[in-house]
């Protein structure tokens, strides 16, 4: 077999976050008399971790505004107690794990999520699937940068271009494009068959069951 693992993105990928994500931002919003933003509006803003999210979210043009720092900090707690709101694994994604599983291939998760919130969401919806995780902390730049795409490499102790890369932004893209990684678009996420055939994808897949297609 020409691939020995797959990545995941979680967000848009395994599971359907945006309704936690949603409600979390907006309470931090409302609670500062600014503008909640619609669901078509969240999808665009994930991807890049929740800072970020903020900061477009509420409209802030610098990073070193003194306001982003203090949503962020309410959007962490927020989050911290919202983040399973309305959460649900994608329809073919559990077949599809294990199915990679009965291959022996290895699994691993690159997010910008924090990592603790996906060291929870991957304990309550997949124990036991993936063998290691990326989240997003200070220790490894946050994607589209592939330092932690490559640690994954490393700790399988494979080469980047024996693992797929399969996510539902540009930016999972990217990440995978810069690390050297065969990129595979997922079209059930957030984002357009256009932004991920844009940033580079090598495939785009509609479904998760297509991603065996590619593994044989």
């Known amino acids: 077999m020409k691939y020995k693992a797959v990545i995941f993105d979680m967000d848009g990928t395994l599971v359907d976050s945006i309704y936690g994500?949603?409600?979390s931002v907006n309470?931090?919003?409302?609670?500062?008399?600014l503008?909640?933003?619609n669901m078509e509006q969240c999808k665009l803003f994930v991807g890049n971790g929740i800072k970020e999210l903020v900061r477009k979210a509420a409209g802030i043009e610098s990073q070193k505004d003194e306001r982003l720092t203090m949503y962020y900090e309410e959007m962490v707690k927020e989050y911290s107690e919202n983040w399973d709101y309305k959460m649900?694994?994608?329809d073919g994604i559990t077949g599809l794990l294990n199915s990679l599983m009965q291959k022996s291939l290895y699994l691993a998760v690159?997010?910008?999520k924090n990592e603790d919130i996906a060291k929870k969401i991957l304990d309550k919806y997949f124990p036991g699937c993936f063998s290691y995780?990326?989240?997003?902390?200070d220790s490894v730049p946050k994607k589209p940068d592939p330092s932690g795409a490559l640690l994954i490499a490393r700790r399988f102790?494979?080469?980047p271009e024996e693992c797929v890369y399969l996510g539902d932004s540009n930016v999972d893209i990217k990440t995978a494009k810069n690390a050297g990684m065969y990129a595979v678009g997922a079209?059930?996420?957030f984002r357009s068959r256009e932004e991920l055939l844009f940033a580079g994808a090598d495939e785009v897949i509609a479904r998760p069951a297509e991603l065996l297609k590619i593994l044989m």
């Open 88 to 90: 649900y694994v994608y």
């Open 187 to 189: 079209l059930w996420g």
């Open 133 to 137: 995780m990326v989240g997003g902390s």
């Open 157 to 159: 102790g494979i080469k």
């Open 35 to 37: 503008k909640k933003i």
């Open 27 to 33: 309470s931090v919003l409302e609670r500062h008399g």
């Open 110 to 112: 690159n997010t910008n």
């Open 21 to 23: 994500l949603m409600y």
